[in-house]
């Protein structure tokens, strides 16, 4: 299929892109499955108390079960005592179980949400940045020119270092390349920027 691209003077042309990416099948349930799974695992859980088997000490009761006058109890690591294990404490991350991705899943989720960018006309595809941009107010004035204020930008690595620098302090724009971006990322900005060059980085690694 064809879509329509775009300089940054704003004249128009048309690039062949791969209907496997941007005219897919848009399966919510898989989309939908994946970014439960990547905001599970993206969890901090690196808190972790130790619990009373976990407490370091004599494992003896205290004093006898009988005759004392006083309560049972058994060793001082129970968590009713100071310096006892915690009860119902954090775990730590490995207690908890880490989500799998496949590769299939991660390809067919970002392609669904391509595909809906693009049937929502949110799908932006501009000609390769070939001169450095330094200053941020003339890349924020392209982004207001080109309706892109809430985007995520994907780029080939030349355009990237072309106009990183000068994007790096404009609130809700994100700019990454084609090995790093998932379907949270997608799914968090209104709109989604290619370049031509980074089409092609995509499509060969999707097809």
Do not use: C, W
């Amino acid at each position: 299929m064809k879509l329509e691209k775009i300089s940054i003077d704003g004249k128009k042309d048309t690039i062949e892109v791969l209907d496997k990416i941007f005219s897919a099948k848009v399966n919510s349930k898989l989309v939908s499955g994946v970014l439960y799974k990547t905001n599970a695992n993206y969890k901090g859980r690196h808190a972790k108390t130790k619990q009373q088997n976990e407490v370091s000490g004599p494992t003896s009761k205290i004093y006898a079960q009988k005759g004392t006058g006083g309560a049972r109890h058994a060793s001082r690591k129970a968590p009713i005592f100071v310096g006892g294990g915690i009860a119902h404490g954090p775990k730590g991350e490995l207690a908890y179980k880490k989500r799998k991705l496949n590769k299939n899943e991660k390809k067919l989720s970002v392609a669904s949400l391509i595909t809906e960018k693009n049937n929502n006309k949110n799908l932006l595809i501009l000609n390769d940045f070939n001169s450095e941009i330094k200053k941020t107010k003339e890349m924020n004035a392209i982004i207001q020119k080109l309706d892109i204020a809430h985007s995520l930008i994907i780029l080939d690595k030349n355009s990237k270092d072309k106009i990183e620098k000068s994007v790096k302090n404009i609130p809700n724009v994100k700019v990454t390349d084609v090995n790093h971006f998932s379907s949270y990322d997608i799914i968090k900005f209104k709109k989604v920027v290619f370049t031509e060059s980074s089409v092609k980085e995509l499509e060969k690694r999707y097809s």
